[in-house]
Every structure is written in structure tokens, then in C-alpha cells.
């Protein structure tokens, strides 16, 4: 029998060997910061409070490691590789904790192997410290429950508040809790504790509150058009696009979960209706509610696939008890199934080593898959290049789109502040910042950038256009996408479309 030493020392291996892998992903010049990751980082350059749609922890990150690595694609994205790892940590210590250190080796395995962790753990977004302080919480809370000292509630509460800075969903753990209080009978005996630590995590909630206060509760009308109200008028259920939209997030939820792991979860879940074991429950009550509730969302609107998924990391903890407990044979598929579900991503993830990547049809795959992470440093060069050659100074940017202002602003040479001309959006966070109105009759240059519109639409008129083009990057000698660049002189009169929705 191997020893618990052996399950610890492999888990570390294999997870540093993972994060290592991310790095090398990160550094590969051709890849570039995902366009939300681009905005987070953004935001960090504009410290606030809160931000029109996601709380402050992700810019707050974002500051102090490029403070630490500059503004690099690894000072943002380092955040993310150590959530990872800091999640695994703390699945293999909780799984370890119920059910032994095999339990955590294979708990551990199990949360790297789960696609939209890879995601997580790699592009720095909101979901990376969520599901961390999530995974912590809910840790923290069973010990609690366990020993009955307030010390974990508190510290429970710490962690909490911090998930509720990552993202406002974090407030899910609130009810699983209460729920789990009342299957075991144990609320009247924790009452003193669950206010405690409902108290200390809603300590989360006063940056959200100062921002909005100050700014007429626009995240909280955001949050309430994204559940499908304030959307205006009423409209008809459509039976055609509620199916298709629950089934594509059905679909989504088996694939998030690794295809190859899919039948071990399903023996597991069935020993867990049977059995009903406390320790069971409270790790796969999170997840299941979290699910029903967007499953029922979806039926009314599109809902993206990760949404939920931070609240699965207890379904992790509790399959690698499960697999602790079997025979060789399922033990032998588990290896297999985890091989292939780590190996595949991280085939992907590195430079081509094996030369896979150099047939036609993978190639083209995967600048498909990267299209969004590739082409930035070259726009901002051949920018700069333009810049030069004209002999221009004194410009400001401004796009159609924050996704590629923000990206203009990490790769510009000096991280100029950029603007977003609104041409019909909803409202971001670049309608609440100083706009481009700043210019008019300034006689200075501006530069138009769009992979969206060929002109401006008359939302902003400008005394003359110096130069215009259409731009190509390449990824891998395949073309990424058609950027139209306009350079105009002295903008004489601004109106940009005024949003009205969130």
C-alpha cells in the first residue's frame, strides 16, 4: 500500500508539471491575452470600487501582479495559473480529509481534468479566484459543521467575502448551506455560527455598494436584465429557442466534465442517491442547485456553459473518494480517462513539439480556437508603424468595440488609455469613463479601429481623413480577421449612440 506521502508528492508533480505547462502556453509570442482578460487588466489601470459589471477582485489581482511581472500576458495570466493550482490544493486537502490521501490524489486529478478548469486556470477571469474562494469556502464550512468551533465559520466568512469581490453568484453558497443545515438537523445547533458567518462574508458586498450608490445601481440592473428581466416589453415564450437553449446547455454541462470521465460520474452519482451519506450531499448539494437554477434560466435565455461550474469543484472532492474505493479495473479506466483529459489540452497548450499541429486541417483548427488570442501585437505594430511613417503625434484610440480597446491599450507601446465610440451596444464599462467629447476642436489625431464597421456612422465627424486601411494578421501564415484602420485629424463633433439597455 503506498503511502500517504506518495499521493501528496504525486499530486504536487503532476500539478506543477500542469502549471508549468500554462506558463509555456502564456510566453508563446503568438498568443496573446484573451479580449476579457484584456479588459480586466484594463480596469486595474482604473482602480475602482466596482465595475459596471463584475465586482473589483479580478483588477485588484490584476494591479498588484503586473505591479510584480509588468504589463506582460504572465503578469495577468499568473493569477489564473495559481487559482489553479491553490483550487487542486485545496480539493486534495478536503478530499483527503473525508476519505484519505488517495482520495485527494484522485480528487486533485480529477478537478485538472475537467475542461473548463483548464479555462479557468489559464485565462485570468472572474471565474479563476471565484472558484478558488469558493472551493475554500466550502471547505471551511464542513470543518466547521464538523468540529462545531466558530473559528472555521469565521474563517469560512473570510473566504467568502473575498469570493463575493470575485463574483456576486458566490452568494450561492448562502442557501446550500442553510439547505444542508435542515437535511441533517443540525441548524438549531450551528444558528449562533451560520449568522456569524453570514455576517463576515457579506462584509464582501460594501465595495458593490459604495460603487453602486455612487452610480445608480447599474450592476444590479445589469445582473437583473442578464436573469431576463428589464429587457423592456414582455415577449412570448418561444418553445423552439427555450428547448434549444436548454439542450445546448445540457450538452455543454457533459462536456465541461470531461466526455471521458462521463461514466465514473455516473456510477458515482447513483451510489450517492442510494446512500445518502452526509459528507455526500453537502459536496454535490452546491452543484446541483447551481445547475437547476441556470437550467431553468436557460429556458428563458441563452446561458453560457461555465456559468455554474464553479460550484462543481465539491462533485470533484467527492468522485475522488469514490475512485479511491474501486477495483483495478475501474482504477485502470480512470487513469486512461484522466490521461486523455489532461494530454489532450496539453497537446494543445504547447508549442508543436510533435509536429501535429503542421496538417492542414489541425492547424486551421486551432487558429480557429486561438482566433481570439492571436493578431493583437500585430495590429498595435502595424499601428505604430502607421504612426511613425506619417510623422503623426499627440493621437488617442478609439474602437467600436471594448473588447478591441482593450486590447489596443495592453499592446500599444506606453498603455494609452483607449475609447469606445457606442454605434448600438449595451452599456459597458467604457460608457461610464471620460469619452472621447474630451477632443473635439483639440487638433489632435484620432485613430479609428473596427473589425465590426466600416465607417463611423456619423457618430463622431473629424475636419479631414489622413490614411485608411484594411488590416490582416496572420496566425501561423493563415489570416485571422479584417481590421479596418482609419487616421482622422481634429474630431469636430462626437455623438455616440447613448445605451438605454444592460
Request: aromatic share 18%; hydrophobic share 50%.
Given at each position: 500500500?503506498?503511502?500517504?506521502?506518495?499521493?501528496?508528492?504525486?499530486?504536487?508533480?503532476?500539478?506543477?508539471?500542469?502549471?508549468?505547462?500554462?506558463?509555456?502556453?502564456?510566453?508563446?509570442?503568438?498568443?496573446?491575452?484573451?479580449?476579457?482578460?484584456?479588459?480586466?487588466?484594463?480596469?486595474?489601470?482604473?482602480?475602482?470600487?466596482?465595475?459596471?459589471?463584475?465586482?473589483?477582485?479580478?483588477?485588484?489581482?490584476?494591479?498588484?501582479?503586473?505591479?510584480?511581472?509588468?504589463?506582460?500576458?504572465?503578469?495577468?495570466?499568473?493569477?489564473?495559473?495559481?487559482?489553479?493550482?491553490?483550487?487542486?490544493?485545496?480539493?486534495?486537502?478536503?478530499?483527503?480529509?473525508?476519505?484519505?490521501?488517495?482520495?485527494?490524489?484522485?480528487?486533485?486529478?480529477?478537478?485538472?481534468?475537467?475542461?473548463?478548469?483548464?479555462?479557468?486556470?489559464?485565462?485570468?477571469?472572474?471565474?479563476?479566484?471565484?472558484?478558488?474562494?469558493?472551493?475554500?469556502?466550502?471547505?471551511?464550512?464542513?470543518?466547521?459543521?464538523?468540529?462545531?468551533?466558530?473559528?472555521?465559520?469565521?474563517?469560512?466568512?473570510?473566504?467568502?467575502?473575498?469570493?463575493?469581490?470575485?463574483?456576486?453568484?458566490?452568494?450561492?453558497?448562502?442557501?446550500?448551506?442553510?439547505?444542508?443545515?435542515?437535511?441533517?438537523?443540525?441548524?438549531?445547533?450551528?444558528?449562533?455560527?451560520?449568522?456569524?458567518?453570514?455576517?463576515?462574508?457579506?462584509?464582501?458586498?460594501?465595495?458593490?455598494?459604495?460603487?453602486?450608490?455612487?452610480?445608480?445601481?447599474?450592476?444590479?440592473?445589469?445582473?437583473?436584465?442578464?436573469?431576463?428581466?428589464?429587457?423592456?416589453?414582455?415577449?412570448?415564450?418561444?418553445?423552439?429557442?427555450?428547448?434549444?437553449?436548454?439542450?445546448?446547455?445540457?450538452?455543454?454541462?457533459?462536456?465541461?466534465?470531461?466526455?471521458?470521465?462521463?461514466?465514473?460520474?455516473?456510477?458515482?452519482?447513483?451510489?450517492?442517491?442510494?446512500?445518502?451519506?452526509?459528507?455526500?450531499?453537502?459536496?454535490?448539494?452546491?452543484?446541483?442547485?447551481?445547475?437547476?437554477?441556470?437550467?431553468?434560466?436557460?429556458?428563458?435565455?441563452?446561458?453560457?456553459?461555465?456559468?455554474?461550474?464553479?460550484?462543481?469543484?465539491?462533485?470533484?472532492?467527492?468522485?475522488?473518494?469514490?475512485?479511491?474505493?474501486?477495483?483495478?479495473?475501474?482504477?485502470?479506466?480512470?487513469?486512461?480517462?484522466?490521461?486523455?483529459?489532461?494530454?489532450?489540452?496539453?497537446?494543445?497548450?504547447?508549442?508543436?513539439?510533435?509536429?501535429?499541429?503542421?496538417?492542414?486541417?489541425?492547424?486551421?483548427?486551432?487558429?480557429?480556437?486561438?482566433?481570439?488570442?492571436?493578431?493583437?501585437?500585430?495590429?498595435?505594430?502595424?499601428?505604430?508603424?502607421?504612426?511613425?511613417?506619417?510623422?503623426?503625434?499627440?493621437?488617442?484610440?478609439?474602437?467600436?468595440?471594448?473588447?478591441?480597446?482593450?486590447?489596443?491599450?495592453?499592446?500599444?507601446?506606453?498603455?494609452?488609455?483607449?475609447?469606445?465610440?457606442?454605434?448600438?451596444?449595451?452599456?459597458?464599462?467604457?460608457?461610464?469613463?471620460?469619452?472621447?467629447s474630451q477632443f473635439v476642436n483639440t487638433e489632435k489625431v484620432g485613430v479609428f479601429v473596427s473589425m465590426n464597421h466600416e465607417t463611423m456612422q456619423e457618430r463622431a465627424a473629424f475636419e479631414r481623413l489622413i490614411y485608411e486601411e484594411t488590416f490582416v494578421p496572420f496566425y501561423e501564415g493563415l489570416p485571422i480577421?479584417?481590421?479596418?484602420?482609419?487616421?482622422?485629424?481634429?474630431?469636430?463633433?462626437?455623438?455616440?449612440?447613448?445605451?438605454?439597455?444592460?
Open positions: 500500500m503506498r503511502s500517504d506521502n506518495y499521493y501528496l508528492r504525486a499530486f504536487w508533480g503532476i500539478s506543477l508539471s500542469l502549471a508549468a505547462v500554462k506558463i509555456i502556453f502564456t510566453l508563446r509570442p503568438e498568443i496573446d491575452l484573451f479580449t476579457e482578460e484584456a479588459q480586466y487588466w484594463l480596469w486595474s489601470q482604473n482602480m475602482a470600487w466596482h465595475y459596471y459589471s463584475k465586482p473589483p477582485l479580478v483588477a485588484v489581482l490584476n494591479y498588484l501582479s503586473t505591479g510584480l511581472l509588468g504589463n506582460t500576458e504572465l503578469g495577468v495570466r499568473i493569477n489564473a495559473i495559481l487559482a489553479g493550482v491553490g483550487i487542486s490544493w485545496v480539493t486534495y486537502l478536503f478530499a483527503s480529509h473525508l476519505y484519505g490521501a488517495k482520495a485527494g490524489f484522485w480528487a486533485g486529478l480529477v478537478a485538472q481534468a475537467m475542461p473548463v478548469w483548464w479555462l479557468a486556470s489559464t485565462f485570468h477571469m472572474t471565474d479563476s479566484s471565484l472558484t478558488f474562494f469558493w472551493i475554500l469556502a466550502v471547505h471551511l464550512v464542513y470543518r466547521g459543521i464538523e468540529e462545531k468551533k466558530q473559528n472555521w465559520w469565521l474563517w469560512a466568512g473570510v473566504a467568502t467575502a473575498f469570493g463575493l469581490m470575485a463574483k456576486m453568484v458566490m452568494l450561492l453558497i448562502f442557501p446550500s448551506v442553510l439547505i444542508y443545515l435542515l437535511f441533517i438537523r443540525g441548524f438549531k445547533v450551528q444558528q449562533k455560527n451560520f449568522a456569524v458567518f453570514v455576517a463576515v462574508s457579506l462584509l464582501g458586498f460594501v465595495p458593490a455598494l459604495i460603487w453602486n450608490w455612487e452610480n445608480n445601481f447599474d450592476t444590479f440592473k445589469h445582473l437583473a436584465t442578464l436573469g431576463g428581466a428589464g429587457d423592456g416589453e414582455s415577449k412570448p415564450v418561444d418553445l423552439g429557442n427555450s428547448l434549444k437553449w436548454f439542450f445546448e446547455y445540457w450538452s455543454g454541462q457533459l462536456a465541461i466534465v470531461s466526455p471521458f470521465l462521463l461514466p465514473i460520474w455516473f456510477l458515482c452519482f447513483r451510489d450517492i442517491f442510494k446512500t445518502k451519506t452526509g459528507s455526500s450531499v453537502y459536496l454535490i448539494l452546491p452543484g446541483i442547485l447551481a445547475f437547476s437554477a441556470f437550467a431553468a434560466l436557460s429556458l428563458m435565455k441563452r446561458v453560457e456553459v461555465n456559468w455554474p461550474v464553479f460550484a462543481y469543484t465539491g462533485f470533484a472532492v467527492v468522485l475522488g473518494g469514490w475512485i479511491a474505493g474501486q477495483s483495478e479495473i475501474w482504477t485502470r479506466f480512470t487513469k486512461v480517462a484522466i490521461i486523455l483529459s489532461i494530454g489532450i489540452p496539453v497537446l494543445f497548450l504547447l508549442p508543436d513539439v510533435t509536429y501535429l499541429k503542421s496538417f492542414a486541417p489541425i492547424k486551421k483548427g486551432e487558429q480557429k480556437a486561438l482566433s481570439r488570442l492571436s493578431g493583437h501585437v500585430e495590429l498595435a505594430q502595424r499601428l505604430e508603424f502607421l504612426m511613425d511613417s506619417l510623422t503623426l503625434e499627440n493621437e488617442f484610440y478609439f474602437s467600436d468595440s471594448y473588447h478591441t480597446a482593450s486590447e489596443l491599450s495592453f499592446y500599444l507601446p506606453r498603455n494609452p488609455q483607449t475609447y469606445v465610440m457606442n454605434m448600438g451596444s449595451r452599456k459597458n464599462q467604457f460608457d461610464l469613463w471620460e469619452d472621447m480577421r479584417k481590421v479596418k484602420i482609419q487616421i482622422w485629424e481634429n474630431l469636430k463633433s462626437y455623438q455616440p449612440f447613448v445605451p438605454d439597455t444592460y
